[in-house]
T-cell receptor, first 115, second 110 residues
Framework: DTAVSQTPKYLVTQMGNDKSIKCEQN?????MYWYKQDSKKFLKIMFS???????INETVPNRFSPKSPDKAHLNLHINSLELGDSAVYFC??????????????FGPGTRLTVT | QKEVEQDPGPLSVPEGAIVSLNCTYS??????FMWYRQYSRKGPELLMY????GNKEDGRFTAQVDKSSKYISLFIRDSQPSDSATYLC??????????FGGGTRLMVKP
């Protein structure tokens, strides 16, 4: 039974399009995260939600908008896609971030290619 | 200067070798030190974590933290081809985000 799942696994789209990535966790965790991993494998935090409340919002273009309908789901919507958005996007979850944020469980990733 | 620095490798070793992976960090406020392992086209998975200075052993893996020199190490004994992956060190303190190093790609050849 998958702990953190993401859909879709692969996403190929053209510049200017809008796309969404969905994430679900069944671990009962309070905190969820979105990361971007570039071609050099550098993993960078984008957003974090704790019990549906945004707690981390790194310097990400406002074309990226996270939404957390409940604490088990965190979706990422991207408007007006650009070539530089091509990367692998990982969702992760952990116990409440202030105490357990060091132990994160990652999804399988969504490989986004913008042409 | 990045908060966590890690040699990207790749590091290629023969099966059975002892592997040493290292990171340095800049902020002495960090409390937890982690090693995540990422297989190709998979998400990272937590391998080990330590709190404060010292060693922690788990099977063939030993994590070592030296807070005085801000140095984190992971040793793998009797390395196996199945250990071939990218190893990411990470640092964390309460109420803050997890900060990753750039990862070291390890290849263990049979």
């Amino acid at each position: 039974d998958t702990a953190v799942s993401q859909t879709p696994k692969y996403l190929v789209t053209q510049m200017g399009n809008d796309k969404s990535i969905k994430c679900e966790q069944n671990l009962g965790h309070d905190t969820m995260y979105w990361y971007k991993q570039d071609s050099k494998k550098f993993l960078k935090i984008m957003f974090s939600y704790n019990n549906k409340e945004l707690i981390i919002n790194e310097t990400v273009p406002n074309r990226f908008s996270p939404k957390s309908p409940d604490k088990a789901h965190l979706n990422l919507h991207i408007n007006s896609l650009e070539l530089g958005d091509s990367a692998v996007y990982f969702c992760a979850s952990s116990r409440e971030y202030s105490a357990g944020g060091y132990e994160q469980y990652f999804g399988p990733g969504t490989r986004l290619t913008v042409t | 200067q990045k908060e966590v620095e890690q040699d990207p490798g790749p590091l290629s070793v023969p099966e059975g070798a002892i592997v040493s992976l290292n990171c340095t960090y800049s902020n002495s406020a960090f409390q937890y030190f982690m090693w995540y392992r990422q297989y190709s086209r998979k998400g990272p998975e937590l391998l080990m974590y330590t709190y404060s200075s010292g060693n922690k052993e788990d099977g063939r893996f030993t994590a070592q933290v030296d807070k005085s020199s801000k140095y984190i190490s992971l040793f793998i004994r009797d390395s196996q081809p199945s250990d071939s992956a990218t190893y990411l060190c990470a640092i964390w303190r309460a109420g803050n985000m997890l900060t990753f190093g750039g990862g070291t790609r390890l290849m263990v050849k049979p």
